[in-house]
């Protein structure tokens, strides 16, 4: 190659040896490393190399590079930047994949590596311009578009620029504007909110007013009448972006007097769009003396390719320029010429262009052809990398630092609390059994289960509702046991995070919340027996007292299984220990390639499977004849583990359905920002997949979200030759567990919030980057018999209902409105969705709780008549709320009462908890613990205001005596009112 009769140009010495980006600017034809600190910062006139580095978790480096050319660099600049890109991706073994981009027509994997955008600036080195000089502001006006990644123009600052479709920013001196487009999507609006917080801070140092300006503009007719007569008054009236609603916006006006007064908006004109609106169909062309000679073929194919020679794939937006391994140095600088030659005939010289070598094709290169065999170089990466590197020192290049050695692989962690509760139910017919404790972990192969498991998260309880289904079992099973999940989830108001498993296809998570799992032959179900029956088929249902052979794996006692095998020798495996049974016969047999830890698995497994029998020791290579016998003779057998499949690094797609049809597209150095509330994302890791459902998601396509992740499974868009029984998890937004999160830096606050994306990061762009509730943050009722927050040590894993709740109350209730309501309550009427209050009854001091039954009716009827003749007699005695009240939670009842009245099929309810009056002085929290602050605290003119609540809804947090006082306040304005007002009210108050 070109790099081979020089040293490596010192500006690239150890490049791409970590994570991360470098970027080098050309000056005078040679590179010059940028700054961490000017990353992101691109002039016009110049050209850059940028190279994105990337870890993977196999250790090795995927290097991806490409070459920036601004819409005023020199030509000469320009092809520097090309060739030292060529020049780096030889260092680096050639097997970087190069992309050129234009200013303006960047692709959206460069635009990831800069999120929110790129605006670059007027000037460069070698063009002669200089580089802008910050003195005064200058007004100017963007276009923003993209809902995933955002391309950001400077376009002229008049109103003919602005449009119905897309959003628009302006950048004044004191305040910046987003317009709106009456035709732009939340989506949209939402990713051009990140670029107005990026110009607040890249030009303003943060300290400006932002404005959102809506995103229509009419005008309405108003009649105007006097003396003279009737006139037509018109007035312009504008759609906020906020809320849609007809108004008058000061701001929206204010924007409008930068263009010189409203006036409609014009159509939008076709500038540099695509002249094409059709799809174009792939052509492949072959270079041969430096001229794109068309290939013919009935399909496009592999084949197609020759190891010798270049091609170019023309995919319209998109053009590809293939390199074989053995092409010949001139017909590589060829095809450079030859595919800028082509696009300049073809009048599309804003295309990407994207340079790949044999053997490290994209994905989406692979994609354009109709088959494709899987590849097998990518586990010889760092080998092809070290072999290249030693080629070009003995031609003479410095590759001093270029090789990197692969890092050790990790042991998979589960990400989950293995402390909470579980309940697994096996599916029999239309209906689920729910299992005992200890036959809860021993799963049949013929049958399908239903799990659900409850664990303490970081801030509230979660759940997980998952359906296992063994190898044998039949499709009526599997169907019903999906549906029965499904409605479990919906049940819970899609609250859990949902799970579809195979067997031997488990998932990490799966193994540590149920720690000893047990898989047997055959099955118990009705639709298992059926099934046998019909094909005539022998029932090899696992028995204690017959011939079993068990296969023990896992990493340690949190995590370890038991798996049935045939009972012969060629089941068995040097690398793993087995137990093998048959009658009052027990064996353990230990291969020699395992470990202590192994050993020390079987021996706990066989604590379960026959706790009350010793076994006889068999080391592999000394066995005894019974041992063989029981086995059916010795045979040959693998020495070899079955190793896990690693987790590959996780690709993020966003997903749309049209007419039954699955559109994603990828989103690039994704974080949590892109996961918007009205869409579905899914989390691609190749062993599993995530799908992702926002909260403004429509409710048909929440409930269609796994068949979404099986349609994801089956078209295989990274072609990964995925399996269909890979595990899927079904994740709702503001519950999502642990072992999604980790994929991400998370911030719970933000999938907290209500509102579709726009409002949620106006809210926070408004509010200096910090996420703002839509309601103060209480603790969320626990489900089963376990306390609110229990020490870890006293969790147990007993089977709890998730029908009662712990403790009930009414959300957003003060103390004192508790003690008003609950008089007035009955337990009976209440819709019993929704919990009873806390408080049931209010006692007077001189009564006790234990009066008798019969005498509540009388005490309902006195609270009414001393409730009302408050406002009978306004110079009576002050109405007396106690200063707290305290709750006396009931007890739960035992777990075997609780799992028989679940089968019997009796609904749980929950019952009225008993009251206890505490009149202590000074207390200072209500019912549930939670503070009571003083109201002179929680007004917003406050000097010492209470932080972290929120004060639009402080009545939430009085306490009694200032409900006491809003209460005579009230009171006041009652006797304000006509009299036949006040007969109205009292009535409405004795019916409630």
Same mark, same amino acid.
């Given at each position: 190659?070109?790099?081979?009769?020089?040293?490596?140009?010192?500006?690239?010495?150890?490049?791409?040896?970590?994570?991360?980006?470098?970027?080098?600017?050309?000056?005078?034809?040679?590179?010059?490393?940028?700054?961490?600190?000017?990353?992101?910062?691109?002039?016009?006139?110049?050209?850059?190399?940028?190279?994105?580095?990337?870890?993977?978790?196999?250790?090795?480096?995927?290097?991806?590079?490409?070459?920036?050319?601004?819409?005023?660099?020199?030509?000469?600049?320009?092809?520097?930047?090309?060739?030292?890109?060529?020049?780096?991706?030889?260092?680096?073994?050639?097997?970087?994949?190069?992309?050129?981009?234009?200013?303006?027509?960047?692709?959206?994997?460069?635009?990831?590596?800069?999120?929110?955008?790129?605006?670059?600036?007027?000037?460069?080195?070698?063009?002669?311009?200089?580089?802008?000089?910050?003195?005064?502001?200058?007004?100017?006006?963007?276009?923003?578009?993209?809902?995933?990644?955002?391309?950001?123009?400077?376009?002229?600052?008049?109103?003919?620029?602005?449009?119905?479709?897309?959003?628009?920013?302006?950048?004044?001196?004191?305040?910046?504007?987003?317009?709106?487009?009456?035709?732009?999507?939340?989506?949209?609006?939402?990713?051009?909110?990140?670029?107005?917080?990026?110009?607040?801070?890249?030009?303003?140092?943060?300290?400006?007013?932002?404005?959102?300006?809506?995103?229509?503009?009419?005008?309405?007719?108003?009649?105007?009448?006097?003396?003279?007569?009737?006139?037509?008054?018109?007035?312009?009236?504008?759609?906020?972006?906020?809320?849609?609603?007809?108004?008058?916006?000061?701001?929206?006006?204010?924007?409008?007097?930068?263009?010189?007064?409203?006036?409609?908006?014009?159509?939008?004109?076709?500038?540099?769009?695509?002249?094409?609106?059709?799809?174009?169909?792939?052509?492949?062309?072959?270079?041969?003396?430096?001229?794109?000679?068309?290939?013919?073929?009935?399909?496009?194919?592999?084949?197609?390719?020759?190891?010798?020679?270049?091609?170019?794939?023309?995919?319209?937006?998109?053009?590809?320029?293939?390199?074989?391994?053995?092409?010949?140095?001139?017909?590589?600088?060829?095809?450079?010429?030859?595919?800028?030659?082509?696009?300049?005939?073809?009048?599309?010289?804003?295309?990407?262009?994207?340079?790949?070598?044999?053997?490290?094709?994209?994905?989406?290169?692979?994609?354009?052809?109709?088959?494709?065999?899987?590849?097998?170089?990518?586990?010889?990466?760092?080998?092809?990398?070290?072999?290249?590197?030693?080629?070009?020192?003995?031609?003479?290049?410095?590759?001093?630092?270029?090789?990197?050695?692969?890092?050790?692989?990790?042991?998979?962690?589960?990400?989950?609390?293995?402390?909470?509760?579980?309940?697994?139910?096996?599916?029999?017919?239309?209906?689920?059994?729910?299992?005992?404790?200890?036959?809860?972990?021993?799963?049949?192969?013929?049958?399908?289960?239903?799990?659900?498991?409850?664990?303490?998260?970081?801030?509230?309880?979660?759940?997980?509702?998952?359906?296992?289904?063994?190898?044998?079992?039949?499709?009526?099973?599997?169907?019903?046991?999906?549906?029965?999940?499904?409605?479990?989830?919906?049940?819970?108001?899609?609250?859990?995070?949902?799970?579809?498993?195979?067997?031997?296809?488990?998932?990490?998570?799966?193994?540590?919340?149920?720690?000893?799992?047990?898989?047997?032959?055959?099955?118990?179900?009705?639709?298992?027996?059926?099934?046998?029956?019909?094909?005539?088929?022998?029932?090899?249902?696992?028995?204690?007292?017959?011939?079993?052979?068990?296969?023990?794996?896992?990493?340690?006692?949190?995590?370890?299984?038991?798996?049935?095998?045939?009972?012969?020798?060629?089941?068995?495996?040097?690398?793993?220990?087995?137990?093998?049974?048959?009658?009052?016969?027990?064996?353990?047999?230990?291969?020699?390639?395992?470990?202590?830890?192994?050993?020390?698995?079987?021996?706990?497994?066989?604590?379960?499977?026959?706790?009350?029998?010793?076994?006889?020791?068999?080391?592999?290579?000394?066995?005894?004849?019974?041992?063989?016998?029981?086995?059916?003779?010795?045979?040959?057998?693998?020495?070899?583990?079955?190793?896990?499949?690693?987790?590959?690094?996780?690709?993020?797609?966003?997903?749309?359905?049209?007419?039954?049809?699955?559109?994603?597209?990828?989103?690039?150095?994704?974080?949590?920002?892109?996961?918007?509330?009205?869409?579905?994302?899914?989390?691609?890791?190749?062993?599993?997949?995530?799908?992702?459902?926002?909260?403004?998601?429509?409710?048909?396509?929440?409930?269609?979200?796994?068949?979404?992740?099986?349609?994801?499974?089956?078209?295989?868009?990274?072609?990964?030759?995925?399996?269909?029984?890979?595990?899927?998890?079904?994740?709702?937004?503001?519950?999502?567990?642990?072992?999604?999160?980790?994929?991400?830096?998370?911030?719970?606050?933000?999938?907290?919030?209500?509102?579709?994306?726009?409002?949620?990061?106006?809210?926070?762009?408004?509010?200096?980057? #910090? %996420?703002?509730?839509? *309601?103060? $943050?209480? !603790?969320? &009722?626990? @489900?089963?018999?376990?306390?609110?927050?229990? /020490?870890?040590?006293?969790?147990?894993?007993?089977?709890?209902?998730?029908? #009662? %709740?712990?403790?009930? *109350?009414? $959300?957003? !209730?003060? &103390?004192? @409105?508790?003690?008003?309501?609950?008089?007035? /309550?009955?337990?009976?009427?209440?819709?019993?969705?929704?919990?009873?209050?806390?408080?049931?009854?209010?006692?007077?001091?001189?009564?006790? &709780?234990?009066?008798?039954?019969?005498?509540?009716?009388?005490?309902?009827?006195?609270?009414?008549?001393?409730?009302?003749?408050?406002?009978?007699?306004?110079?009576?005695?002050?109405?007396?709320?106690?200063?707290?009240?305290?709750?006396?939670?009931?007890?739960?009842?035992?777990?075997?009462?609780?799992?028989?009245?679940?089968?019997?099929?009796?609904?749980?309810?929950?019952?009225?908890?008993?009251?206890?009056?505490?009149?202590?002085?000074?207390?200072?929290?209500?019912?549930?613990?939670?503070?009571?602050?003083?109201?002179?605290?929680?007004?917003?003119?406050?000097?010492?205001?209470?932080?972290?609540?929120?004060?639009?809804?402080?009545?939430?947090?009085?306490?009694?005596?200032?409900?006491?006082?809003?209460?005579?306040?009230?009171?006041?304005?009652?006797?304000?009112?006509?009299?036949?007002?006040?007969?109205?009210?009292?009535?409405?108050?004795?019916?409630?």
């Amino acid at each position: 190659m070109s790099v081979s009769s020089r040293d490596l140009d010192p500006a690239f010495q150890g490049a791409g040896q970590k994570a991360g980006i470098e970027i080098w600017r050309i000056e005078n034809f040679h590179p010059v490393r940028v700054p961490n600190s000017s990353h992101g910062k691109f002039f016009t006139g110049d050209s850059y190399v940028i190279l994105k580095t990337t870890a993977l978790k196999s250790g090795a480096l995927r290097h991806d590079l490409h070459y920036w050319l601004g819409k005023d660099t020199s030509q000469d600049e320009a092809g520097t930047a090309a060739i030292k890109t060529v020049e780096l991706d030889a260092a680096l073994g050639g097997r970087a994949v190069q992309y050129r981009e234009l200013q303006g027509h960047e692709t959206e994997k460069f635009l990831s590596y800069f999120k929110p955008c790129i605006i670059p600036q007027e000037g460069g080195v070698a063009s002669g311009f200089k580089h802008a000089e910050a003195e005064k502001h200058q007004t100017r006006l963007f276009v923003c578009k993209g809902k995933h990644v955002v391309h950001v123009k400077e376009v002229p600052f008049a109103r003919s620029t602005l449009n119905h479709d897309d959003i628009f920013i302006l950048d004044t001196e004191s305040k910046i504007f987003q317009f709106n487009g009456s035709n732009s999507c939340i989506q949209e609006r939402a990713k051009a909110l990140e670029v107005v917080q990026y110009v607040k801070d890249t030009y303003h140092d943060g300290k400006c007013e932002i404005a959102s300006i809506g995103n229509y503009a009419t005008t309405c007719t108003f009649l105007y009448v006097n003396y003279r007569g009737i006139f037509a008054l018109q007035l312009p009236f504008l759609l906020t972006a906020e809320d849609g609603k007809l108004m008058a916006d000061s701001e929206a006006g204010e924007f409008w007097g930068f263009f010189g007064g409203f006036a409609p908006l014009p159509r939008k004109a076709n500038t540099d769009e695509p002249k094409s609106n059709g799809v174009i169909s792939s052509t492949l062309f072959c270079v041969e003396k430096g001229e794109a000679v068309p290939v013919e073929a009935d399909s496009m194919t592999k084949d197609l390719l020759d190891t010798n020679k270049c091609y170019i794939l023309d995919c319209g937006v998109e053009v590809f320029v293939w390199t074989g391994r053995n092409t010949p140095l001139e017909e590589r600088k060829a095809a450079s010429s030859t595919v800028d030659e082509l696009l300049r005939s073809l009048d599309r010289p804003n295309c990407h262009i994207i340079r790949v070598i044999e053997g490290f094709e994209t994905v989406m290169f692979r994609s354009k052809f109709d088959s494709w065999p899987q590849s097998t170089n990518a586990a010889a990466s760092q080998d092809g990398r070290g072999k290249v590197a030693a080629l070009l020192k003995r031609q003479g290049v410095n590759v001093k630092g270029l090789v990197k050695t692969e890092s050790p692989k990790e042991e998979p962690q589960p990400y989950i609390d293995c402390t909470g509760d579980l309940q697994v139910w096996r599916v029999n017919g239309q209906e689920k059994i729910l299992l005992e404790a200890s036959d809860q972990s021993k799963f049949y192969s013929g049958d399908c289960y239903i799990f659900q498991y409850s664990y303490p998260g970081e801030e509230k309880e979660e759940y997980l509702i998952g359906t296992w289904f063994g190898k044998q079992s039949v499709e009526e099973d599997r169907v019903v046991a999906a549906s029965q999940a499904s409605k479990m989830v919906e049940a819970m108001k899609f609250l859990p995070t949902q799970a579809r498993i195979y067997e031997g296809n488990e998932p990490i998570q799966f193994f540590a919340i149920f720690q000893s799992f047990i898989v047997l032959k055959g099955g118990l179900s009705e639709g298992y027996k059926n099934y046998i029956a019909e094909k005539e088929l022998s029932d090899d249902t696992y028995s204690a007292e017959g011939l079993a052979l068990f296969r023990v794996q896992g990493s340690g006692p949190e995590n370890m299984q038991a798996i049935q095998v045939e009972p012969v020798a060629s089941s068995l495996n040097s690398s793993y220990c087995y137990i093998l049974h048959s009658g009052s016969s027990v064996f353990t047999w230990l291969g020699n390639l395992t470990t202590p830890e192994d050993q020390e698995l079987v021996e706990r497994q066989l604590d379960i499977i026959k706790p009350e029998m010793q076994s006889k020791f068999q080391k592999e290579g000394s066995e005894t004849e019974q041992f063989w016998e029981l086995l059916g003779g010795k045979t040959e057998y693998l020495n070899q583990k079955i190793e896990r499949e690693a987790e590959s690094d996780p690709h993020l797609f966003s997903c749309t359905l049209s007419k039954g049809d699955l559109k994603v597209t990828e989103v690039y150095n994704f974080n949590q920002d892109d996961l918007m509330t009205e869409d579905i994302f899914i989390v691609d890791c190749h062993s599993d997949i995530y799908v992702w459902v926002g909260q403004q998601v429509e409710s048909k396509n929440k409930m269609n979200a796994l068949s979404l992740g099986e349609k994801f499974l089956e078209r295989d868009f990274l072609l990964e030759k995925l399996s269909m029984q890979a595990p899927i998890y079904v994740v709702m937004e503001g519950s999502e567990p642990s072992f999604f999160t980790r994929f991400f830096t998370w911030d719970s606050k933000k999938s907290a919030m209500h509102g579709n994306s726009f409002q949620r990061k106006l809210a926070i762009l408004k509010h200096g980057g #910090t %996420p703002v509730l839509d *309601r103060p $943050r209480r !603790r969320i &009722p626990v @489900f089963g018999g376990r306390s609110a927050a229990p /020490e870890k040590a006293q969790r147990s894993r007993s089977v709890s209902s998730f029908s #009662t %709740p712990d403790r009930v *109350r009414v $959300r957003g !209730r003060s &103390p004192a @409105f508790n003690a008003i309501a609950s008089t007035f /309550e009955s337990p009976n009427l209440r819709n019993l969705s929704t919990p009873p209050p806390m408080v049931r009854k209010l006692y007077p001091k001189s009564v006790t &709780p234990d009066s008798d039954s019969s005498n509540s009716q009388a005490s309902r009827s006195a609270a009414i008549a001393a409730l009302t003749s408050k406002f009978q007699q306004p110079s009576a005695g002050q109405f007396i709320i106690p200063r707290s009240l305290r709750v006396s939670p009931e007890l739960p009842k035992p777990r075997s009462e609780a799992i028989s009245k679940e089968n019997s099929g009796e609904q749980l309810k929950p019952k009225p908890d008993t009251i206890h009056e505490d009149v202590t002085e000074g207390e200072v929290e209500d019912e549930e613990g939670l503070p009571i602050h003083p109201y002179d605290r929680l007004t917003t003119s406050s000097t010492d205001p209470v932080e972290d609540i929120d004060v639009t809804k402080r009545e939430t947090y009085l306490s009694a005596e200032e409900f006491k006082d809003k209460f005579e306040m009230t009171k006041n304005a009652f006797y304000k009112l006509p009299k036949w007002k006040q007969n109205k009210m009292k009535m409405a108050l004795q019916l409630f």
